[in-house]
């Protein structure tokens, strides 16, 4: 108590601002923790993803722009723009519901919210690509260039 009382609190009100952005930052990390463990999209890194392409046939959805797809993307994926997953619009992979299917953006970032989508959709095995294509390519990994 008498650390508490000596040092926290009087630096709390003499940096108000400063203990407030503390304070949302951990709550911050807390619930992106647990939305993480409850998401049913899981993040896999490129190995993971390299053993679920050769031995599990899973299938490769690129959500990049058509220009930056065929600047360089991984063997057989499909480009599918994050609009067309958000208004349903997935026909090209319909058949796809039951395979593992990984999500690959420009870093990883925002294929998350993409792979809500999906389950949502019926997609029962969705997994985002760590680092998006800049790790996989970074690793020096193969692309297809057009």
């Known amino acids: 108590m008498d650390f508490i009382t000596l040092e926290i609190l009087p630096f ?15 709550i ?19 190995p993971q993803a390299i053993h679920m392409i050769n031995k599990q046939n899973a299938v490769i959805i690129d959500i990049r722009s058509a220009d930056n797809f065929k600047k360089g993307h991984i063997t057989d994926s499909y480009n599918i723009l994050p609009v067309d997953i958000k208004n349903a619009s997935t026909k090209k992979i319909e058949k796809f519901k039951e395979n593992i299917v990984i999500l690959i953006d420009a870093n990883g970032l925002s294929s998350t919210s993409i792979g809500e989508a999906l389950v949502k959709q019926g997609f029962l095995n969705v997994f985002v690509l760590k680092d998006g294509i800049a790790g996989w390519n970074s690793d020096n990994l193969p692309l297809v260039r057009k």
């Open 12 to 26: 709390v009100k003499n940096h108000i601002l400063l203990s407030l952005g503390w304070v949302v930052l951990f």
């Open 28 to 46: 911050s990390i807390i619930v992106l923790t647990i939305k993480g463990k409850l998401s049913k999209v899981k993040i896999i890194n490129n």
